[in-house]
């Protein structure tokens, strides 16, 4: 016999409550909220270097920029625009359920991650487009646009595949698509951002947990 509906919400309230209440799961929740504190504690005074390609001819604008939290990674979408690609916990990132019990849950125990993407206008200043684009900040560089185009090509392909669930956010014009890839505290959205920024050529020298990085000029021609 299918149980009533009834019984299904006083099941989830039970869950609930175990969660917030029972001895066994507060314990549990605090040492993971303890190390999550750690962690990010001790990776707050780290930061990743991000080091271009030196390049023998002009290359291909890309754009990094950094938000509250992660990182995206912006190519030239080829009609004049950049295309910004991210990627986050569902709950978290796509349904901004920002509490500390979303955030152990994203960090240890992920129902799926997200997908987003967006069209941000074309610019060659990198403070123009972190003023479009709503971040905290914003690295410009210059890669092989070989590279820059078959990176676009395999996540515009992968943007095409996914059919899950979507979400549009309006106050930042951002589309997210639910992705069955598992997402956790070591592979993150700043990992994946490093991940792509590798496909490019890109030197990425630190521990990559959270999105504090610095950026490095390419030598000058010649030095």
């Known amino acids: ?32 909220a303890a190390l999550v504190v750690v962690v990010f504690g001790l990776s707050a005074a ?3 270097t991000v080091v271009p390609p030196d390049l023998d001819q002009p290359g291909a604008a890309v754009m990094v920029t950094s938000y509250d939290k992660h990182a995206r990674l912006a190519l030239p ?3 004049g625009r950049f295309v910004e690609y991210g990627f986050g916990d569902w709950h978290y990132y796509a ?17 799926g991650s997200a997908f987003s993407r967006r069209h941000l206008p074309w610019t060659d200043d990198p403070e123009a487009f972190r003023h479009a ?13 070989a590279r820059v185009a078959a990176l676009r090509q395999r996540l ?19 589309t997210l698509v639910r992705w069955d890839r598992r997402y956790h505290l070591f592979d993150n959205s700043n990992h994946k951002v490093v991940h792509w920024l590798r496909e490019l050529d890109v030197e990425v020298r630190g521990w990559t947990l959270t999105n504090r990085f610095r950026f490095v000029e390419p030598p000058a021609p010649g030095d």
Do not use: K
């Open 1 to 32: 016999m299918m149980p009533q509906p009834e019984t299904i919400i006083v099941r989830r309230r039970v869950r609930e409550a175990a969660w917030n209440g029972a001895p066994c799961r507060r314990s549990r929740g605090g040492w993971l």
């Open 46 to 48: 780290c930061t990743w």
């Open 77 to 79: 979408s080829g009609d």
């Open 95 to 111: 349904l901004e359920q920002w509490g500390t019990r979303s955030m152990l849950r994203g960090a240890f125990f992920s129902q």
């Open 133 to 145: 684009a709503g971040g905290v900040s914003t690295y410009r560089m210059e890669v092989d646009p």
């Open 156 to 174: 515009e392909a992968r943007w095409a595949q996914l059919d899950g669930e979507r979400v549009h956010r309006d106050w930042e014009d951002l």
